[in-house]
């Protein structure tokens, strides 16, 4: 059996390799050639949870969960919030074949996954990016956009302003382009032609008026039904579109809490960006439409990544 750590996957897994493998894991699930259940989380107590996300790239591929637990305090102590494994089965034999550290494989495809979603979604000319969040999402997140628009500049809010202007020195070093730090989300938004949202906020930090009209967003830091970070406003307002609709329909938090205030049925989810890329689905309408890309994370994207590194070894 093959143990990829952590080192490893971050050295081999690059964005160049992952956007394109999410991409097409993104095609096959909205085709029904990929399988999985919805993930299953058992709560630990202050923000803790402990998930399961079994999935099959399908009916002779490869097969595995990702198992993972969630400490949101662990940023603060310099650790990864999310740890755990991918363990990685045969399709023909049905053995376990890899296992595969789970913190940086879902790093990495989480910001590949919306890279794609805005390389679809977001206008042609899309320029400048918010990001709301300053931990590893933030990271990753940056270092994905880059690869699929020209970006001139970004913004980066967080709730502890020290903590937003470290991480907009390293990604300016890194990057190459100015990352500022900002002191409020609507100042941050303003001029933004994407946003993404990669907070551990429990209420919605961004505002649907605060949204310019062409404006992508990306929602991602609530993979669960709970945590909000957006409001009821920019949920109407938007193009929404699920990376998994079944699994919005369950647990996406933003869309539950509209609904549940009576503002949108199931119907306001469109559908999947699988079917976007597919050809199946319109994506953006008009340069003046807002899009929102909904992400809670599908275990066939973790799959993909894993198949990936096994098989290159």
């Given at each position: 059996?093959?143990?990829?750590?952590?080192?490893?996957?971050?050295?081999?897994?690059?964005?160049?390799?992952?956007?394109?493998?999410?991409?097409?894991?993104?095609?096959?699930?909205?085709?029904?050639?990929?399988?999985?259940?919805?993930?299953?989380?058992?709560?630990?107590?202050?923000?803790?949870?402990?998930?399961?996300?079994?999935?099959?790239?399908g009916?002779?591929?490869?097969?595995?969960?990702?198992?993972?637990?969630?400490?949101?305090?662990?940023?603060?102590?310099?650790?990864?919030?999310?740890q755990?494994?991918?363990?990685?089965?045969?399709?023909?034999?049905?053995?376990p074949?890899?296992?595969?550290?789970?913190?940086?494989?879902?790093?990495?495809?989480?910001?590949?996954?919306?890279?794609?979603?805005?390389?679809?979604?977001?206008?042609?000319?899309?320029?400048?990016?918010?990001?709301?969040?300053?931990?590893?999402?933030?990271?990753?997140?940056?270092?994905?956009?880059?690869?699929?628009?020209?970006?001139?500049?970004?913004?980066?809010?967080?709730?502890?302003?020290?903590?937003?202007?470290?991480?907009?020195?390293m990604?300016t070093?890194?990057?190459?382009?100015?990352?500022?730090?900002?002191?409020?989300?609507?100042?941050?938004?303003?001029?933004?032609?994407?946003?993404?949202?990669?907070?551990?906020?429990?209420?919605?930090?961004?505002?649907?008026a605060?949204?310019?009209?062409?404006?992508?967003?990306?929602?991602?830091?609530?993979?669960f039904?709970?945590?909000?970070?957006?409001?009821?406003?920019?949920?109407?307002?938007?193009?929404?579109?699920?990376?998994?609709?079944?699994?919005?329909?369950?647990?996406?938090?933003?869309?539950?809490?509209?609904?549940?205030?009576?503002?949108?049925?199931?119907?306001?989810?469109?559908?999947?960006?699988?079917?976007?890329?597919?050809?199946?689905?319109?994506?953006?309408?008009?340069?003046?439409?807002?899009?929102?890309?909904?992400?809670?994370?599908?275990?066939?994207?973790?799959?993909?990544?894993?198949?990936?590194?096994?098989?290159?070894v």
């Amino acid at each position: 059996m093959k143990v990829i750590d952590r080192e490893e996957v971050r050295e081999r897994l690059t964005y160049e390799l992952c956007i394109p493998l999410v991409r097409r894991a993104m095609i096959a699930l909205s085709r029904g050639e990929t399988k999985q259940l919805l993930r299953q989380i058992i709560p630990l107590g202050g923000g803790r949870m402990f998930g399961t996300m079994p999935g099959a790239l399908g009916e002779r591929a490869m097969f595995g969960c990702k198992i993972v637990s969630v400490f949101p305090e662990n940023f603060a102590k310099g650790v990864q919030s999310h740890q755990g494994v991918v363990a990685l089965f045969d399709g023909e034999t049905g053995a376990p074949v890899s296992i595969i550290h789970a913190g940086e494989v879902t790093a990495i495809r989480t910001g590949a996954a919306s890279a794609v979603a805005t390389d679809a979604l977001a206008r042609p000319d899309a320029r400048r990016m918010a990001i709301l969040g300053y931990g590893e999402q933030a990271m990753t997140h940056a270092r994905a956009m880059v690869q699929v628009r020209p970006l001139s500049d970004i913004r980066i809010w967080g709730r502890d302003p020290a903590r937003a202007a470290r991480a907009a020195t390293m990604l300016t070093a890194e990057l190459g382009l100015p990352v500022t730090p900002i002191a409020d989300v609507q100042t941050a938004v303003a001029e933004a032609d994407i946003i993404c949202t990669v907070s551990s906020a429990k209420e919605p930090i961004l505002k649907g008026a605060w949204v310019a009209p062409g404006t992508h967003v990306n929602i991602v830091g609530s993979s669960f039904a709970g945590p909000t970070e957006v409001d009821h406003e920019l949920v109407i307002r938007s193009r929404f579109i699920a990376d998994y609709r079944e699994g919005v329909l369950a647990q996406g938090a933003e869309f539950l809490k509209a609904k549940e205030a009576g503002l949108i049925g199931d119907d306001h989810v469109v559908g999947e960006i699988g079917q976007v890329l597919d050809g199946k689905l319109e994506g953006r309408q008009s340069p003046d439409q807002v899009t929102a890309y909904k992400s809670l994370g599908h275990v066939v994207q973790d799959l993909a990544a894993a198949q990936a590194l096994y098989e290159a070894v």
